[in-house]
């Protein structure tokens, strides 16, 4: 069974600094999806940023951008130029590449955001 | 509607009683999921529907829990019984189910079971 590991509870950053989210996960799959996602409190889940693993090209979205380690399984999250509105629990995601099967998701990282 | 629905947006009960929860998704999506969501953890897989297809409950974790889906629209969530172990925030998404892999989130039903 795929396993998605995030091992920073709690992060902060000051604002207009860059942070960096670790992710790592656990599939024996060569085609695959990783996703990030924020929760801010409204509790909606906001798609951030997804990688497809048969890209090495990283993927990047305004401040946003990841950095994918296929052979290391890694998937970190970099925040640029935080913002006071970063501030959320960011979920890392996995998901198989075919079908439409479920997202695995880590047990999150509470990002603060320090003015 | 213009994005995943549901209600009630909290729901206190006492243990032992019956709660339903409600999802309503994009208009058009076929794919459907549930989520729940404990304290200090992730996102729990619960139940999976894609369109007439039988609905993939390898997440559902007791009996007491289960999940319809009418008409490939509304879905409700059913927990019999409920326990102080419930208690969670369940989160319903949905997807068009095109092979395209983004899910739309709705805001979650925080479940209090005193």
């Known amino acids: 069974a795929q396993t998605v590991t995030q091992s920073q509870p709690e992060m902060s950053v000051q604002e207009a600094e860059t942070v960096t989210l670790s992710c790592t996960y656990d599939?024996?799959?060569?085609?695959?999806?990783l996703f990030w996602y924020k929760q801010p409190p409204s509790r909606q889940m906001i798609l951030v940023i997804r990688?497809?693993?048969?890209?090495?090209q990283n993927a990047t979205e305004n401040r946003f951008s990841v950095n994918f380690q296929k052979a290391a399984k890694s998937f970190s999250l970099k925040i640029s130029d935080s913002q006071l509105g970063d501030a959320a629990m960011y979920f890392c995601?996995?998901?198989?590449?075919?079908?439409?099967?479920?997202?695995?998701f880590g047990k999150g990282t509470r990002l603060s955001v320090i003015a | 509607g213009a994005g995943v629905s549901q209600s009630p947006s909290n729901k206190v009960t006492e243990k032992g009683k019956d709660v339903e929860l409600r999802c309503d998704p994009i208009?058009?999506?076929?794919?459907l999921y549930w989520y729940r969501q404990s304290l200090g953890q992730g996102l729990e897989f619960l139940i999976y529907?894609?369109?007439?297809?039988?609905?993939?409950k390898s997440g559902l974790p007791s009996d007491r829990f289960s999940a319809e889906r009418t008409g490939g629209s509304v879905s409700t969530l059913t927990i019999q019984r409920t326990q102080q172990e419930d208690s969670a925030v369940y989160l319903c998404?949905?997807?068009?189910?095109?092979?395209?892999?983004?899910?739309?989130f709705g805001s979650g039903t925080q479940l209090s079971v005193l």
């Open positions: 998404a949905s997807s068009s189910g095109t092979g395209t892999e983004k899910l739309f």
């Open positions: 599939t024996s799959e060569s085609d695959y999806y």
């Open positions: 990688q497809e693993a048969y890209k090495q």
């Open positions: 995601a996995y998901r198989r590449y075919s079908g439409n099967t479920p997202l695995v």
């Open positions: 208009s058009g999506h076929t794919a």
């Open positions: 529907f894609q369109g007439n297809s039988a609905p993939d």
